[in-house]
């Protein structure tokens, strides 16, 4: 027994009271990131969030530190892993057994969906193999699910990470969605950058293009392939998607080709790049419906590897995920599906053995890049049509081998005075 203040008290009582003492700072978690979460409330209010609604969401919510991208006060920043669409080659990214497997697979999908997919497309114009495509790139079919609390992971990246505007936002509409009672809070699962379902929207994308394509009443891209494909395919639509109009033609270009007129600016007839000496891959023929559509040329190893007429469909792809890799794998997969002729390789033109850059490394050559009056977009750390392109211009005036790829050799040069 033991007195405090006059008072006895047990000894199992005061070794009790200590331990919650000191574990109270522990279970309170972060305090400014709690107060924070508390902030929100009247904005989530201002969206028809209830508090009953707001206060399950966020109750005892801690910050998700092993999420990418996040910036940790007082703590070094930690080189990321980045999406593989950014940081790998395309031979790395684009392997042809993958999407042999997947290619089979959403044959299988096809032909059991045959009925939803025919009338997504007739209501939506897009083919069902690009649906399926989109599917197998995103999720696996469904095979690769998400674990990740989304309220959670938007939360944490709202607070730490990079790009704190634009998932505070994303964490309000997640809560919207709980509001409006489109799934609960426990399945309400994402990646670690807050997409979610099978063919992974963000909150924001779900409240704009989500439908219910199986008539449940639900528009369930979580659980429902009918629904998951058929707002895929509204999105799509919404970002300029041409009924009709294949996504791309792989070619080979004249020998001269000039790789800096790459650019999504410089569009031609299809049928003027043919009369120029661009020939399509495989013997394929361009649609006569099609010889007027403008088209991009697309180079993504640079002159290391093939080359692709890109129409207005692959840059509806591409606002999909803005990555001219994921881009291609899903045309390309696409196109697998609806073609089950075996091949022995992705494209007719094999890939080059090319290096990827470091992300930092690419972020340096932009920022030179751009003092030097050669690039004009964001400084993003991604090889692009425009980084490439401006790469391929600051080759021409130093007198390099135009190639247009950013290697670890044209970077030195760079740093060592090129102009």
């Known amino acids: 027994m033991r007195s405090v203040a006059g008072w006895i008290f047990p000894g199992w009582i005061l070794r009790l009271t200590a331990l919650i003492l000191f574990a109270a700072p522990a279970a309170a978690g972060d305090p400014a990131f709690s107060i924070w979460l508390q ?12 508090r009953a609604v707001f206060d399950d969401a966020t109750r005892g919510l801690e910050p998700d530190l092993s999420l990418p991208d996040l910036s940790l006060p007082g703590r070094p920043e930690r080189p990321q892993a980045g999406q593989p669409e950014f940081v790998q080659t395309p031979a790395d990214y684009i392997k042809q057994p993958l999407i ?36 197998g790139r995103e999720t696996d ?78 528009a369930d891209i979580w659980n429902s392939v009918p629904d998951a494909l058929a707002s895929a395919a509204k999105q799509l639509i919404d970002k300029g998607w041409q009924p009709g109009l294949h996504w791309a033609y792989e070619v080979h270009p004249p020998a001269d080709v000039d790789c800096t007129i790459g650019v999504p600016q410089n569009t031609l007839p299809l049928g003027e790049w043919l009369k120029r000496g661009y020939v399509p891959a495989y013997g394929r023929k361009v649609a006569a419906g099609e010889l007027m559509q403008p088209a991009s040329l697309l180079q993504p190893a640079g002159l290391y590897g093939p080359s692709f007429l ?27 599906i609806g073609d089950p002729r075996p091949q022995t390789a992705s494209f007719e033109t094999p890939w080059g053995k090319v290096a990827q850059l470091p992300t930092a490394d690419l972020d340096r050559m932009q920022q030179i890049l751009t003092a030097r009056g050669y690039y004009h977009d964001k400084i993003d750390g991604k090889a692009g049509m425009l980084t490439r392109a401006a790469l391929g211009e600051y080759q021409k005036r130093n007198g390099l081998r135009v190639d247009c790829w950013p290697s670890a050799a044209v970077l030195q040069q760079m740093e060592a005075g090129g102009r």
């Open 100 to 135: 042999e497997r997947l290619a089979a697979q959403g044959r299988r999908l096809d032909d059991q969906y045959r009925q939803p997919l025919a009338a997504i497309e007739e209501k939506f114009g897009v083919p069902s193999t690009i649906l399926l495509a989109i599917f």
């Open 310 to 336: 890109a129409t207005k469909n692959y840059f509806a792809i591409k606002e999909y995920n803005y990555s001219d890799l994921y881009v291609l794998f899903v045309g390309h997969l696409s196109d697998r």
């Open 39 to 50: 902030s929100l409330w009247p904005q989530a209010q201002a969206l028809g969030v209830s």
């Open 141 to 218: 079919y469904g095979h690769s699910v998400d674990k990740r609390n989304a309220i959670r992971v938007l939360a944490t990246q709202a607070y730490f990470g990079k790009r704190k505007e634009q998932f505070r936002n994303e964490l309000l509409l997640a809560l919207k969605i709980l509001q409006d009672g489109h799934i609960k809070l426990a399945d309400m699962r994402s990646s670690w950058a807050g997409a979610m379902g099978l063919t992974q929207f963000l909150p924001s994308d779900y409240l704009k293009y989500a439908v219910d394509f199986d008539g449940d009443g639900k």
